[in-house]
């Protein structure tokens, strides 16, 4: 395995496949990656990548590549592909937007994508757009990372949405494993060239609601994760062996401690050794962390938050021997508003976790480019305070933000004796409030975790 040269390279051709070697991914040419990306949203009722109905894909993945980026995380619900093999063939622009947003807004909105991406029609289907985003990525050597986000389209999370866990309302776990090989076997067959894997499904976490829950739903334990999350693993790697598969852990991706121990506190039936899989040299661990001081506090010194997130990932990356599965870690979702009035750019939060995943060496995705969506939780046209543009998906939304984002971009690379890509072009400033991910208040987001925590995380 090759870091880059000291001297600082920057790779100009992507060599796939990736694969995994301890806990560094590497190239074809045995050179380490270290994804330095960002969350590209597609898993709303539309179901197709947001914000072509302000800016071209080309335009889009250009910003992207010009921050300085080298991957993009693209997020898809199991109902496009329920859709397609149970109605036998794919939805049309046309129809997709105006069942999402009603005949008259889906109209102007299909208008609107047709104008910036002449491409496209009223008649093009939801997967050649998707196509087509993976064509520009693989244009301007971005890796493409997909992650199965829900299983009925929407916004992302809750614990009750019916999209949490096995067996859930909505988690239909057959349909969900097929999703996962159709969209596998789809990248290879349409030749998705920079399609480097999938993250098995985003957020798992049990429900609250006191309500029964559906007679279908699992257990949520660490052996039913372990039995759902390898039986989709497999069929991954049955379609297309080519791709890295990302397994999250429980607690809205928070906990992945038991896995990366092999076993679980109060649960002697669970063990999990990744050298057994035969996607063994294919496994990544993936964790998420916003801000959520109530109940993961960050002191100063940032020395106590380095311990809890330790524990939370068991020492994925930096484990003993003693440990049984020291693998590759991504953090693939984390982010803050975006805006410089918010200030949350110089949070202690934002600098304790950027000097850890920097001195851990974690490579990460950041949450997200979009500015706005074409409906979030019932609203259309929604701002997005947290993405990286602004609403219209022209410019950057904090001149500041960006600049140090782009600062610790070039960290991150440093990190593992890279330089990054390209330099970003001057950033712009701009606007507006925060809300934290999924539309949830940090404090209530906290006190579901809180709740959820007791007993759960297996702490060294």
């Given amino acids: 395995m090759l870091f880059a040269s000291a001297a600082g390279a920057s790779p100009t051709t992507i060599h796939m496949p990736l694969s995994v070697q301890d806990q ?9 990656v270290p994804f ?32 300085g980026f080298n991957s993009v995380r693209l997020t898809f619900a199991s109902e496009m592909v329920d859709d397609i093999v149970e109605r036998g063939g794919d939805v049309t622009l046309k129809a997709t937007l105006q069942k999402a947003l009603g005949p008259e807004n889906g109209t102007a909105v299909m208008n609107q994508i047709i104008d910036k991406n002449p491409g496209f029609n009223e008649s093009t289907k939801r997967l050649e757009i998707w196509d087509a985003v993976a064509a ?56 998705w060239t920079t399609f480097s894997g999938v993250g098995l499904r985003n957020e798992l976490r049990p429900r609250l609601s006191t309500a029964s829950p559906p007679s279908t739903y699992e257990n949520d334990t660490w052996v039913t994760w372990k039995t759902r999350m390898v039986q989709g693993a497999n069929a991954i790697h049955n379609a297309n062996p080519d791709l890295l598969i990302f397994f999250g852990g429980m607690l809205f991706a928070n906990d992945i401690s038991a896995p990366v121990l092999g076993k679980a506190s109060g649960e002697p039936n669970f063990n999990f050794t990744v050298s057994e899989f035969p996607f063994k040299d294919k496994f990544v661990f993936e964790q998420h962390q916003y801000e959520q001081e109530s109940f993961f506090p960050v002191d100063e010194a940032c020395t106590d938050y380095a311990k809890t997130l330790d524990n939370l990932n068991g020492n994925a990356t930096i484990a003993t021997s003693s440990i049984t599965n020291r693998s590759p870690l991504i953090m693939t979702e984390w982010g803050h508003d975006q805006a410089d009035k918010a200030g949350a750019y110089t949070a202690k939060f934002r600098r304790c976790l950027m000097n850890y995943m920097v001195d851990r060496r974690i490579p990460w995705m950041m949450w ?16 997005e305070p947290w993405g990286l543009l602004d609403h219209t998906w022209s410019s950057y939304r904090g001149d500041k933000s960006i600049k140090l984002l782009q600062h610790d971009m070039e960290r991150t690379y440093e990190a593992f004796n890279q330089t990054m890509p390209r330099a970003g072009k001057s950033p712009g400033n701009q606007n507006q409030g925060s809300m934290a991910p999924g539309g949830i208040s ?13 007993g759960s995380i297996n702490f060294m």
């Fill in 24 to 32: 560094w991914i590497v190239d074809s040419k045995n050179v380490t």
């Fill in 36 to 67: 330095v990306g960002v969350n590209w949203a597609g898993h709303q009722e539309p179901m197709i990548p947001e914000g072509l109905q302000y800016q071209s894909i080309k335009h889009i993945v250009k910003k992207i590549a010009q921050t």
């Fill in 136 to 191: 520009e990525l693989a244009r301007q050597n971005l890796y493409l990372h997909l992650d199965n986000h829900m299983s009925k389209a929407g916004w992302c999370c809750y614990p009750d949405d019916g999209n949490g866990w096995f067996g859930d309302t909505y988690f239909n776990t057959s349909n969900w494993v097929r999703s996962l090989s159709f969209m596998a076997e789809h990248g290879k067959a349409a030749n």
């Fill in 368 to 383: 997200a480019i979009g500015g706005s969506y074409y409906i979030r939780e019932g609203k259309q046209d929604r701002d």
């Fill in 442 to 454: 940090v404090s209530i987001f906290s006190t579901i975790l809180s709740i959820l925590i007791a």
